[in-house]
């Protein structure tokens, strides 16, 4: 009697070797839902990024906005009835920079567009 308990305990382990450690086993499963669970991730990243890009492809076709704002900040374009004006920072130190807190010095010039007030 007892040999035959001792097989059948044998067989349940041998039986429960594939279900958990086997090629088809719960551990393989969920390394696999693992990896499925990312790769819906990083589809969700690629889906938002490619409607944001058709959203702009769709803004540069129909739309002269996005057309007009890459041309003034990427291109320093201005219209032909605007006024440009350039503000740039002083070369020299004078007395109120002396006295004032050291700041970070400037080194890009500002630039303001502004339209004529006859209009």
Not at 32 to 43: I, S, T, Y
Not at 49 to 63: M, P, Q, T
Not at 87 to 101: L, N, Q, R
């Amino acid at each position: 009697m007892r040999l035959i308990a001792l097989c059948l305990v044998t067989l349940l382990v041998l039986i429960q070797y594939p279900l958990w450690l086997g090629k088809g086993g719960w551990l393989r499963v969920h390394e696999l839902d693992l990896q499925v669970a990312a790769a819906h991730e990083k589809n969700d990243e690629a889906k938002a990024r490619n409607g944001k890009l058709a959203s702009e492809v769709n803004d540069l076709k129909d739309g002269t906005g996005a057309v007009e704002e890459r041309a003034r900040l990427e291109l320093n374009m201005i219209k032909s009835d605007e006024v440009f004006v350039q503000i740039t920072a002083p070369a020299g130190k004078d007395a109120s920079a002396a006295s004032a807190p050291a700041a970070p010095p400037v080194s890009q010039a500002s630039q303001v567009t502004a339209k004529p007030s006859g209009q």
